[in-house]
């Protein structure tokens, strides 16, 4: 096993692909301060003017082995009623897999005037993802390290990661409206960051026999992987205290198509004598996040 920085943590993070991620306020007509993050385009024909945002929190988790067969509004409605809903698991779908982004949004702004949108914006970004779990690690976080029947048995796990990393970033938005014809509008936009690292942490491992005696006994016999760190203390070499673990800048990357349901032709959303905005019948994008580096 060795040390390695931090930028090389990300070689652990999981690769995904996901078309309905971050759903709720984040495809709000209102709330660009919001939508940027999930597509850049989106504060050029904002409904809003100008939107400031003080301080907010947002949290998505994904995984394959843990599910519920009700929506959160259901689930929400009998815990209100004092009954508890259960989980309901994926038995036969090992290897497994599961994602974590908590976001803390900071201070910003967001302005839309004639074909232009854009901001300021900062947040506390904090990312985890796992992969390649056996069913027998997942049946231990499910019931607990004194799970009686895999106690005394020897397993081995295998190709298997965790990576999370947790970082500060400060970035600016803009966005243009680069075709109106007709009824079809077409917007690009841009975020540029500058990202901050505070924190992360890696594991690959390759192989790991192990047993579990009882609930506080867990034999290992033989390991095999890789980790990695960042430095954390500010007296080591190229260290700085918290916010001294790597910097570097970020990219996302958005375009949106909107079929309006009048002519978009002279558009100009919020522009003088141009106060009634136009609605559009449907729209659909594309994103591409978090396109960047950070290293110490």
Not at 20 to 41: D, K, R, V
Not at 112 to 120: A, D, I, V
Not at 133 to 155: I, S, T
């Amino acid at each position: 096993m060795r040390r390695i920085g931090f930028s090389l943590v990300l070689a652990l993070q999981c690769f995904m692909l996901h078309s309905q991620e971050n759903m709720g306020i984040a495809n709000s007509n209102y709330a660009p301060a919001n939508t940027i993050f999930l597509n850049p385009s989106s504060s050029a024909d904002s409904k809003a003017f100008i939107d400031f945002n003080i301080v907010g929190a947002s949290t998505y988790v994904l995984n394959d082995y843990a599910y519920f067969n009700s929506n959160l509004l259901a689930i929400s409605r009998e815990g209100a009623a004092g009954n508890e809903t259960e989980p309901l698991y994926d038995r036969g779908g090992a290897p497994y897999s599961a994602y974590v982004d908590v976001q803390i949004h900071g201070p910003s702004l967001s302005v839309s005037y004639g074909k232009f949108g854009g901001g300021l914006f900062m947040n506390l970004r904090s990312v985890t993802s796992v992969s390649g779990v056996p069913a027998h690690l997942a049946n231990h976080a499910e019931n607990g390290f004194d799970f009686e029947d895999q106690l005394g048995n020897e397993y081995t796990t295998s190709n298997a990661n965790i990576g999370s990393l947790s970082w500060l970033e400060y970035g600016a938005n803009f966005s243009y409206i680069i075709s109106q014809s007709g009824r079809d509008m077409y917007t690009l936009g841009g975020n540029l960051k500058y990202l901050n690292g505070l924190a992360g942490a890696g594991l690959n491992v390759q192989k790991w026999n192990y047993q579990v005696q009882n609930d506080s006994v867990l034999n290992s016999f033989e390991f095999a992987g890789e980790y990695g760190l960042p430095n954390i203390s500010s007296d080591q070499e190229g260290a700085s205290g918290i916010l001294g673990n790597g910097s570097g800048l970020g990219l996302d990357l958005g375009f949106t198509y909107k079929k309006m349901k009048k002519s978009a032709q002279g558009y100009l959303p919020h522009a003088a004598g141009q106060c009634k905005l136009k609605d559009y019948q449907y729209k659909f994008g594309v994103s591409l996040l978090d396109v960047g580096r950070s290293s110490g």
